[in-house]
């Protein structure tokens, strides 16, 4: 190929990939506890690898799949070979997580320059073997069912953890924890801004589950080496699938499929779920409500989030995470309710003078015939009733009232 036409095709990769930028959804497992999937895309199927190099990215990139390369490529569809593959590791200081050598000294230059900026960042999980990722794996479908279990943790063979070149990362004071709101907390933001500058990616980025096949975790960072992580970065390309030209799955907008049934006022929650100020995950944790936890429903907007009361807090979840709707029906209070009438009524036992106070010596206002329905309004101490009879508002006694 000429260089002019070297050129071309690297502006045409360039400009594909900034057309496809667009938005869309955890995957790797902390130990022993799953992820908390919080505000997450619906389920989708894992992309198979797409031999039409232009797709999305047209690339001449090769994809590497040599086990022990820093730039492996590890996916559902590209599993590690040989399956067991087991790395070089070696512990980060200061933790008993191992990895990579090269991606452990990566991760302390990155913690070091984060610490300059007054960022303490956690390193949370490393290199998982084959035997305890296929651990995982099973508690997680044995928890959650097999379909959301292949949502949030790989399949062993298949996870980026097991090449040692995968780290989870957090908060030191476990804030927003392997949860979608990590990325507002202080590490996540950082991480996010400038996490390629020391070799790590963001894997598995929002709006992409139906391309990287998992759901978003702002938490989850590859080592691929600084030089990759420039060239992916300046890209413009939103996963490595991107990247390499096998992503052929279009990224999908959330669409929260759970809906409260008529008469709901109740519903348990089926994840770890933060409780919002407001809907969308753009607005303020108020807390995280526990799996399992019984909430009131108050009211709901139309984008399938659900105004709800836990704990003496008020405010906003994603309906994607509740089930086992029960009770009356929710009611969303826009302004303040009027109390309801509590008018009862009574027959005359016989014609009976309607006065305009309660007692003989009052004037008759007009006789109430015999078997008339009559509406209490107030009562005196007397055992006289005030009530209404066509039009009129008087007392009578309460001896020929039933």
């Given at each position: 190929?000429?260089k ?6 690297a ?16 995957a790797?497992?902390?130990e022993p ?10 389920i ?11 797709s ?8 590497q ?7 492996v ?32 000294d ?6 070091t320059a ?97 391309v ?112 086992s ?29 309607l ?48």
């Amino acid at each position: 190929m000429t260089k002019k036409g070297t050129t071309r095709l690297a502006l045409a990769t360039v400009f594909t990939a900034s057309l496809v930028a667009t938005s869309l959804a955890p995957a790797t497992a902390f130990e022993p506890a799953a992820p908390a999937q919080v505000q997450s895309q619906g389920i989708t199927t894992a992309a198979a690898p797409s031999t039409d190099v232009a797709s999305f990215v047209p690339t001449a990139r090769k994809l590497q799949r040599g086990a022990s390369r820093i730039d492996v490529f590890v996916s559902k569809s590209y599993p590690l070979s040989p399956a067991r593959y087991v790395p070089k590791t070696k512990t980060v200081r200061g933790t008993s997580i191992r990895l990579r050598p090269e991606a452990a000294d990566a991760y302390l230059k990155m913690k070091t320059a984060a610490k300059k900026s007054g960022v303490n960042i956690a390193l949370v999980s490393g290199y998982r073997s084959y035997d305890r990722q296929a651990q995982l794996f099973r508690q997680y479908t044995q928890q959650y069912g097999s379909k959301y279990a292949q949502r949030i943790s790989a399949k062993p063979g298949t996870s980026e953890h097991q090449t040692g070149l995968a780290v989870d990362v957090g908060n030191t004071n476990h804030q927003c924890g392997l949860q979608a709101c990590f990325e507002s907390t202080k590490v996540g933001r950082w991480m996010a801004k400038n996490a390629h500058k020391y070799g790590f990616i963001l894997r598995y980025p929002k709006g992409y589950e139906s391309v990287t096949g998992y759901a978003y975790e702002p938490w989850h960072f590859r080592y691929v080496g600084t030089s990759l992580a420039k060239s992916y970065t300046q890209s413009g390309a939103k996963t490595l699938e991107h990247y390499y030209g096998v992503a052929k799955a279009k990224p999908k907008a959330e669409k929260p499929k759970t809906q409260a049934p008529k008469g709901a006022s109740s519903a348990k929650t089926k994840a770890n779920l933060n409780l919002r100020s407001g809907v969308s995950t753009k607005h303020k944790v108020l807390l995280t409500i526990p799996k399992g936890k019984k909430v009131s429903l108050t009211g709901k907007t139309s984008k399938g989030w659900y105004q709800v009361k836990y704990s003496s807090k008020t405010g906003w979840v994603s309906g994607t995470y509740l089930g086992s709707f029960s009770g009356s029906k929710p009611k969303t209070q826009t302004s303040p309710s009027k109390p309801k009438s509590s008018v009862k009524t009574k027959k005359t036992t016989a014609n009976l003078n309607l006065r305009t106070k309660a007692g003989t010596g009052h004037k008759v206002l007009l006789t109430i015939p015999k078997g008339k329905k009559v509406s209490l309004t107030g009562k005196t101490s007397k055992g006289w009733y005030q009530v209404k009879y066509s039009s009129k508002t008087g007392w009578v006694s309460g001896k020929y009232l039933r």
